[in-house]
């Protein structure tokens, strides 16, 4: 692969051909804010907190960078006010799934984001994807997916699956950047539990 050369925040940037922009400026030591993304899976694009400001040819247009390659001549921001518009608007919206998450609330601090614009949701998850894409490309167990989809959309654990692999993993645990995932599991061990303890034993 031949190197292209790319302008980010006003910096000349090497990259090697078909790599992301977010790649490229994680590897020049450029911070790019993410919730989606993990260098272990494959790039998703659904959180779009990562999206940035691309200059092409004379034409301007926000992109997001986890899933945007790299071409040559490429000028990159990666704040300006319509960066930080975008991020704010897209961490009021997650923030009415998960207001008291941690990292939420960072990044709020960060590009002055209200958790209290939008009226809160049932569901503290907010499709990140990382607990169903990392089990499935890196533990290749599928333990966890999504249910239903659009505004009703859930992550849930198969019970089947999870009863007999999670106790010993939950390596997804630590992606979740909300409690979605541990009370998704913790639900599903209680259901589990109970459908064990009322099931007749064998000797009955």
């Not at 034409?59 to 518009?85: A, F, G, H």
């Not at 008291?100 to 984001?113: H, I």
Request: one cysteine or more.
């Amino acid at each position: 692969m031949s190197d292209i050369l790319l302008q980010i925040d006003g910096r000349e940037v090497k990259a090697k051909e078909g790599v992301t922009i977010l790649e490229a400026a994680q590897s020049a030591g450029i911070t790019i804010p993410t919730l989606c993304y993990h260098e272990k899976l494959e790039p998703y694009g659904g959180c779009r907190i990562c999206t940035v400001e691309v200059e092409n040819r004379g034409s301007t247009k926000l992109v997001v960078s986890c899933v945007y390659p790299v071409q040559e001549n490429l000028v990159v921001r990666t704040r300006s006010e319509k960066i930080d518009k975008t991020r704010k608007m897209l961490l009021e919206l997650l923030l009415a799934h998960a207001p008291d998450s941690v990292e939420l609330k960072d990044m709020a601090k960060e590009y002055g984001a209200d958790k209290d614009r939008f009226e809160k949701e049932a569901s503290f998850c907010i499709h990140c994807g990382l607990c169903v894409r990392y089990c499935d490309e890196v533990k290749k167990l599928n333990a966890v997916g999504f249910v239903d989809r659009g505004a009703r959309k859930e992550i849930s654990f198969i019970p089947e699956i999870a009863s007999k692999e999670c106790w010993n993993c939950k390596e997804c645990f630590p992606l979740c950047p909300t409690s979605a995932l541990q009370a998704a599991y913790v639900l599903i061990e209680a259901l589990a539990f109970s459908r064990a303890s009322s099931e007749p034993s064998s000797g009955e």
